[in-house]
């Protein structure tokens, strides 16, 4: 459809003998297709998010949309493992108690208070005598 297209980057008609379409009804200048946040070229060699209407590069995309760890608040990779909490995930290294830093693992008695993990012996019995296993 070269000729037809409107580029979602630029406005302007596409009329070069290649576009890229991102999506059923977004389509660009081979040149205007960039990371909206780093500027990275996108094209058929790396993977391209759309948010909004506006393409990211994986990286930013992650960084500035995905999930992030409760305490160190980094992004998470595919390949980690994680711990939940609630509505909080956290990397298994950083799903630790608040108080005297041990690691809590699977299957542990942990308290949650606002934002902090406290193991058994840092919290004591939950007052209404129930308790959260991970």
């Known amino acids: 459809r070269p000729g037809l297209a409107l580029c979602a980057g630029c406005g302007g008609r596409i009329q070069d003998p290649f576009l890229l379409r ?5 389509e660009w200048h081979v040149a205007c297709l960039k990371c909206a946040e780093c500027g990275q070229p996108l094209d058929e060699t790396c993977t391209c998010f759309l ?27 595919s390949s980690d493992l994680v711990m ?3 509505d909080h ?3 298994l290294e950083c799903f630790r108690c608040a108080a005297c830093g041990r690691q809590l693992l699977p299957g ?3 308290c949650l208070r ?17 308790a959260t296993r991970g």
């Open 89 to 91: 995930v956290y990397h």
């Open 84 to 86: 939940r909490a609630r």
């Open 108 to 110: 542990d008695q942990f």
């Open 22 to 26: 991102v999506s059923p009804d977004l």
């Open 51 to 77: 948010r909004d209407g506006k393409a990211y590069c994986k990286r930013d995309y992650s960084r500035l949309f995905g999930i992030k760890c409760a305490q160190c608040r980094a992004a998470f990779s």
């Open 114 to 130: 606002e934002r902090d993990l406290l193991c058994r012996a840092d919290h004591g019995p939950p007052p209404d005598g129930t």
